[in-house]
């Protein structure tokens, strides 16, 4: 708390800042929520300020809305993920911070050159052939300025805002800290785990404001399609680059917006929609890293045969696990393997204590047979997703980011081709990746291999238990060994599941100890174990009396040490 209390006042500023904003726009309840916010002098002040009439008749979505519009870059950013994630904050509040818009002005003319001098340690006409001081495009962070190699290349130079950095610190280290504290005090909010969100959000403004991380994500997706050279990645110089400048080849043509202007070009329509969603599922099914914001804005048509691809800041990965769990999600669904899909789900969203499987089941029951029991070219992805994330958001689940992240790339691709007048059939196009996530997974040979590597992590396991019990025994003896448990478990999941791993390492080890026939011997038996049968089964014994008691050896050991330290 003491932490929590110290960040809080070392930015006084903004938090008073904030704290007006949110009084302004009816949110000051919300602000006092707890007393370590609230009695931070400038919030206790404002917290019962009068709202005007046109705040209390706005909707708590649009109030939400106004507040981070007014209080800059970084809220608006937090607004944006939170719209792109209706599990945690549902589908009205999301709609509506989809919303927000993050307009910042450029800088002066002047800074952004100051800033690339500062950087590069050069001057920019040392560096470049020619540097337009007035930047042409402004983003949340950042602003762009054309300028020309020494050579007469054309480029694109990306330059951080003046002090963006600073202040998205200044703002993430507030949040981290009122998202620590509600999560403490506040079980309804608890359940959406604000800290993980932060934290989410924060890696994704550290990567904003450090420009190296885009120049990488550049380099990468240029050797992934170095074999297609239809798709076209801005050419990034990594030598006129640093944390704060970026500078990539210039991209000229046309934005992909209405009918006529595609067809100008020369491309069929249907052709570019088609293309330009083979290519995000390349990304994501081949590559497992994709670019994680395709709208239309981001795509530029130099002629009739390319597709250029723009903004690289944004960058979705899909890990072996995440991959290993998208393939058991899409299985279960086409093989209406509820049980399959239930459990994915649960590992995926680890949900909070109390959710009822049964109404969980029941539902993704009633999802299936009404979004998905249709054939591939009925599919509707808006409906699916949309009422997916709805169950979640209604029984308390949560997804990952990353997880939220590739599904809003898939939903975006379905309504990528509505500005030039046609649709994408994205699970038409799915279909070749399903098949081969079916073929992969019931490959015998992988099927091999994982149940190779299983056999072999179990048998690591079970022979070294033997060594690990005797140097735990070995502690007790010269009374070296202690157990600290710091747990928040209010209904004993984690004391059932540390009773059942004791149970079944304790049998596993009495049975090793004994085939062993490890000294000392009491005639045909090893003592240590029999010892350590001995543990499994008392402590099996206890977790079956805990489905009537609801309390395990954990939790009683937890109270008798409170009643001893009182």
């Not at 998202?179 to 994704?204: K, Q, S, W």
Request: glycine fraction near 8%; charge should be negative; hydrophobic fraction near 45%.
């Amino acid at each position: 708390m003491g932490d929590i209390a110290g960040t809080l006042v070392k930015h006084r500023k903004r938090l008073s800042e904030i704290a007006s904003v949110l009084a302004h726009h009816g949110l000051a309840t919300w602000a006092a929520r707890g007393s370590a916010i609230a009695g931070v002098g400038p919030v206790e002040s404002l917290v019962h300020r009068l709202v005007t009439s046109e705040e209390i008749e706005a909707s708590e979505g649009e109030r939400l809305r106004g507040a981070l519009t007014e209080l800059g870059t970084t809220f608006i950013k937090f607004g944006q993920m939170l719209s792109l994630r209706p599990d945690v904050v549902g589908e009205d509040m999301a709609t509506e911070l989809s919303r927000l818009q993050a307009t910042v002005a450029p800088d002066p003319p002047g800074v952004g050159q100051s800033t690339v001098e500062a950087q590069l340690a050069k001057s920019v006409s040392e560096l470049f052939g020619s540097f337009d001081p007035s930047p042409f495009a402004s983003g949340s962070v950042a602003q762009v300025h054309r300028a020309t190699l020494v050579d007469g290349t054309a480029v694109a130079v990306k330059v951080l805002h003046d002090g963006a950095d600073v202040k998205v610190r200044e703002d993430i280290e507030l949040l981290k800290a009122i998202a620590t504290y509600v999560e403490e005090e506040d079980e309804e909010v608890a359940r959406v785990r604000p800290t993980i969100l932060v934290a989410e959000f924060a890696a994704m403004m550290d990567a904003a404001i450090d420009l190296r991380q885009e120049l990488h994500h550049l380099q990468r997706f240029q050797s992934n399609f170095a074999d297609e050279p239809d798709v076209v990645i801005p050419t990034p110089y990594p030598e006129l680059s640093g944390q704060k400048v970026l500078t990539m080849a210039m991209i000229t043509g046309q934005v992909f917006t209405d009918r006529a202007s595609v067809e100008a070009t020369g491309w069929d329509v249907e052709a570019l929609v088609r293309r330009a969603a083979g290519v995000y599922l390349e990304m994501i099914f081949r590559d497992g890293l994709y670019h994680a914001d395709p709208h239309p804005g981001n795509f530029l048509l130099p002629d009739g045969t390319h597709i250029a691809i723009l903004d690289f800041g944004d960058v979705g990965r899909l890990t072996n696990r995440r991959r290993r769990q998208l393939e058991t999600m899409v299985i279960a669904i086409g093989t209406r393997d509820v049980d399959s899909l239930i459990d994915v789900v649960l590992e995926l969203t680890t949900p909070p204590p109390g959710v009822d499987l049964a109404e969980l089941r029941a539902s993704i029951e009633t999802w299936l047979s009404r979004y998905l029991l249709v054939s591939v070219s009925d599919l509707d992805v808006h409906a699916i997703m949309t009422s997916g994330m709805e169950l979640l958001h209604r029984h308390k689940l949560v997804l990952p980011a990353d997880m939220a992240m590739l599904f809003r790339v898939v939903l975006r691709l379905q309504g990528l081709g509505r500005g030039v007048g046609t649709e994408v059939h994205v699970p038409e196009l799915l279909q070749p990746y399903v098949n081969q996530m079916m073929a992969e997974r019931f490959d015998p040979k992988r099927v091999a291999r994982r149940s190779s590597r299983s056999f072999r992590s179990w048998d690591r396991f079970v022979a070294g238990l033997p060594d690990q019990l005797q140097a735990v025994l070995d502690q007790a003896r010269t009374g070296n060994v202690g157990l600290d448990f710091r747990l928040h478990d209010a209904d004993h999941a984690i004391d059932r599941l540390v009773d059942g791993l004791v149970a079944a390492a304790s049998v596993m080890a009495g049975g090793q100890l004994m085939s062993r026939r490890t000294s000392p011997m009491l005639g045909p038996f090893s003592v240590p174990g029999l010892v350590a049968a001995s543990v499994g089964v008392l402590t099996w014994r206890r977790l079956v009396s805990q489905r009537k008691t609801k309390q395990s050896w954990v939790t009683r050991a937890r109270k008798i040490g409170g009643v001893a330290r009182h």
